[in-house]
């Protein structure tokens, strides 16, 4: 068990485990954006009149 606790709290697998969430979530919402500003008008979601 003690070996696990030092593993857990080793700054490079905390960091890993931040990046983790952090990278995925970060070029989800790049992509999000770019999508927004630069899909052409036949690809945008149809707006309600």
Do not use: E
């Not at 983790?20 to 309600?48: C, M, S």
């Amino acid at each position: 068990m003690d070996l696990r606790y030092d593993l857990l709290l080793n700054p490079l697998v905390i960091i890993c485990s931040l990046l983790l969430i952090i990278v995925p979530f970060t070029l989800f919402k790049i992509n999000q954006y770019l999508h927004k500003y630069g899909d052409p008008p036949w690809k945008q979601p149809k707006k309600p009149d």
